[in-house]
């Protein structure tokens, strides 16, 4: 049943109205988020990831507008909620942590300033109680002296210290999910590594389900119980972590694991996805990667192909799947 899950996105449409035409960033996409859950997005720019977790948020542009489907937080439909409802909502429900901290934490307010606003506004603490929140959470965070911490500006922290500050703020009320989008791009690969393993150790200390949003397979691969994997604005496929880099069943997600290195082998050499994004302004009319895909056929230019069950744990949208399961019982007979 639908309050069942805590969070339940159904047959999103979210578009964006320009000079240039409507935008359709979002086109039909679903999913489940059960309490606990680590959910991955991947896919590359463009893809719709982030419009997505944006929509959930509703904190979309003004040009942007959810145009159809349903938005369930425990089975009510946010997409119906006044501003002040909404309001409540975000940070003290769900909390989202941007991919640039820099250009996210005011430059003019100190660090304190800020965490201590998020608390002020979604929880009952008042005085010396939400400075001493504030420093906890940059403790809970892995931020050493938190006090001296708390007075600095954020030109005066480093990157990753930067978006432990973001994490920080983003747990302030506890939450119940916790949407990480793109939280490792500026970072070096040391840092990102900590930061994904911080994310990972909060959300076991808490128990929120965490959706992270990000274009980089690799760096999910141990991370997600589930992954999606976005293209077009549509999903292409989705499964558990397991399926997805071992049984991939979609074009798109085999053209972007061919491009992760091979620890064990790293000799092999990476083959790159041909072409360039697509153009959300002229969808296709058939599957939106037909113009990148090597084995392209003719009726992945004009229709738009159905997920199909690959196992209980994986679906895939590919008309790949149709043509070797229509061979297979071919051959059957």
Known sequence: ???????????????????????????????????????????????????????????????????????????????????????????????????????????????????????????????????????????????????????????????????????????????????????????????????????QDLQKKIGMAVILVTHDLGVIAELCDNIIVMYGGRICERGTAREIFYNPKHEYTKGLLKSIPNVNNMKEKLVPIAGSPINILNLPKGCAFCARCENCMKICLTDVPEELWINENHKASCWMNVKEAFEAEGGKK
């Open 1 to 199: 049943m639908e309050k069942d899950y805590l969070l339940s996105v159904q047959d999103l449409h979210t578009s964006f109205f320009t000079d240039a035409g409507e935008v359709h960033a979002v086109n039909g996409v679903s999913f489940n988020l059960n309490p606990g859950e680590i959910l991955g997005i991947v896919g590359e720019s463009g893809s719709g990831k982030s419009v997505t977790a944006y929509s959930v948020m509703q904190i979309l542009e003004s040009t942007g507008r959810v145009t159809g489907g349903k938005i369930l937080y425990k089975g009510d439909d946010l997409t119906k909620w006044s501003s002040s409802k909404l309001d409540k909502f975000r940070g003290k429900c769900v909390s989202i942590i941007f991919q640039d901290p820099m250009t996210s934490l005011n430059p003019v307010f100190t660090i304190g300033n800020q965490i201590e606003e998020a608390i002020k506004l979604h929880t009952e603490k008042k005085g010396a109680e939400v400075h001493e929140r504030a420093a906890e959470l940059l403790t809970l965070v892995g931020i050493t002296d938190p006090e001296k911490r708390l007075v600095q500006y954020p030109h005066e922290l480093s990157g990753g210290m930067r978006q432990r500050v973001m994490i920080a703020m983003a747990l302030a009320c506890e939450p119940d999910i916790l949407i990480a989008d793109e939280p490792t791009t500026a970072l070096d690969v040391t840092i990102q590594a900590q930061i994904l393993e911080l994310i």
